[in-house]
């Protein structure tokens, strides 16, 4: 063969690989299930599948959060008409073979209105709420390098959009503006998704965040980074750009990762204190001026309540402590009789002040009296923090979700509502028999309640299922409107046996 016939050759050969890839047929092996609801999560395995491409239900596409040559997770769009249909793969219009799917609505369980499956390995904070009820979730897998992803979800439960340019894990809580749009927080950055699922902006605070967005009264959102050239910011919610920025004093945060908080220094005054929690509890007002510094032997990473008359309330050991919005000065000191480290704080809209123990107790305390409202025993350890329903009228925690008991059984993952005048238990949920016995879930941070206190969000993640090669997180509705009142037997504590410190 001569010089010129080789190159020729070589020529054809080097010209016809990329046809031949581009036309490489994609092959479908299995999904996960052959019944799904719409927006049900759907996991596909097989070849070809290249590093791209659209997968159609009915010939709908849908959202893909996972892409790779052999395996795809995507959602059953919306649009897919129930009954039986099929799931195709299309990779620069090479279709796949047909695996028939099944399609149906999404059923209620009792209390548990829908089950979203999350495709994230992980879920470390609650949804956030945008005022249109959309909640907004930031997972986030080791699998890939701790790939972030962002899902919008509608009050319903179907999914709206899935946003995967968040750089990486989430770092702080996902916070909703007035208008909709979702602030999440991730290694040094803070992004504004808007909520049709665009990135609006993202804000580099060349060191690693703090703390989640917080949405002034105007709108500005502010938030922290630790120790180095940023520190406590605000920034303009349309642009991202910032307005100030206070690093002057020296703020270290190790495990932070909590919600901003934004209140008022006076009973019946405006919003006009930031607080952020690093080594310390600090203090800035909105513009900018650092105020002070206080709780400087708690441990890192509380999120203070704040009273209606700017009061700070926060747990220090079995302690629990209230501080001054003006200087951060020493107010009281409620020291616990079981010497069990209490939870944060919630505060209803009455200021009674709500906490779990790590004994397996809750309590209500008010505020105004410094006085035991009531103490139950539930004699159940590893209790989250509880959250209160805007209307005041119910107490939730949930735990659950481990095997490191006494006696080493495992204690299944669940959530328990009481009913906040005298702490009488309304009901008893467990998650793991209503979702799946197969497998095992924790519930991860307190619950998100909806603004018209029907509905509880709780984000938890799936413990010991079969080989990692599916992992995928949960967000349980479940619905408050209702009451079935009962008692499981707990017992009442002392309510006097509080001592109180003052200055």
Request: charged residues 20%; hydrophobic residues 40%; glycine residues 12%.
């Amino acid at each position: 063969m001569t010089h010129r016939s080789k190159s020729i050759l070589a020529v054809s050969i080097l010209c016809s690989l990329p046809v031949a890839a581009a036309w490489a047929q994609p092959a479908i092996t299995a999904i996960n299930s052959d019944l799904l609801p719409r927006s049900g999560r759907l996991s596909i395995t097989g070849t070809g599948f290249g590093t791209e491409g659209t997968v159609l239900v009915a010939d709908s596409p849908s959202w893909v959060s996972t892409w790779t040559d052999t395996r795809i997770v995507a959602y059953v769009p919306e649009e897919a008409p129930l009954g039986s249909t099929s799931v195709v793969v299309d990779v620069g219009g090479q279709q796949s073979n047909a695996v028939p799917l099944d399609v149906t609505t999404r059923q209620a369980d009792g209390r548990v209105r829908w089950i979203f499956e999350i495709d994230s390995e992980f879920i470390d904070y609650r949804p956030a709420e945008a005022p249109d009820g959309t909640l907004y979730v930031h997972g986030y897998s080791l699998e890939g390098g701790g790939e972030g992803r962002v899902f919008a979800i509608s009050p319903d439960g179907a999914l709206l959009w899935i946003q995967k340019e968040v750089h990486w894990a989430a770092y702080v809580p996902p916070i909703a503006g007035p208008d909709g749009a979702v602030y999440v927080g991730s290694t040094d950055g803070l992004t504004r998704i808007s909520p049709a699922g665009e990135i609006d902006w993202n804000f580099d605070g060349s060191v690693g965040i703090a703390a989640s967005a917080g949405i002034g009264p105007d709108g500005t959102v502010f938030t922290a980074f630790e120790t180095g050239t940023t520190g406590a910011v605000a920034l303009d919610p349309a642009t991202g750009e910032l307005l100030w920025s206070n690093a002057e004093h020296t703020m270290i945060c190790s495990g932070c990762s909590n919600e901003l908080r934004l209140g008022p220094s006076t009973t019946g005054g405006p919003i006009d204190r930031m607080y952020v929690y690093w080594n310390s509890l600090w203090a800035f007002s909105l513009d900018g001026d650092f105020l002070w510094q206080g709780f400087a032997d708690q441990d890192p990473g509380h999120e203070v309540g704040i009273g209606s008359d700017g009061t700070l309330y926060a747990p220090h050991g079995d302690e629990l402590v209230a501080y001054s919005a003006l200087d951060g000065s020493f107010l009281w000191t409620a020291n616990s009789p079981w010497n069990a480290y209490i939870s944060d704080v919630e505060v209803g809209p009455d200021d009674t002040l709500y906490f779990v123990s790590d004994s397996g107790s809750i309590d209500a305390f008010d505020s105004q009296t410094q006085t035991s409202i009531w103490h139950h025993d539930i004699e159940l350890a590893y209790l989250r923090r509880p959250s209160v329903s805007p209307d005041g009228g119910i107490f939730l925690t949930s735990g659950g979700g481990t095997c490191n008991t006494p006696s080493g059984d495992c204690v299944i993952s669940f959530v328990k509502a009481f009913e906040t005048t005298a702490g009488q238990e309304l009901w008893h949920l467990d998650l793991d028999e209503i979702w799946d016995p197969e497998f095992r879930s924790i519930t991860w941070d307190h619950a998100r309640v909806s603004a018209d206190s029907r509905t509880a969000y709780f984000t938890g993640f799936i413990l010991g299922n079969g080989d990692g090669s599916d992992e995928r997180s949960l967000l349980w509705a479940i619905e408050l409107g209702e009451t079935d009142i009962f008692s499981d037997g707990f017992e009442s504590g002392d309510t006097s046996a509080w001592s109180m410190t003052v200055p």
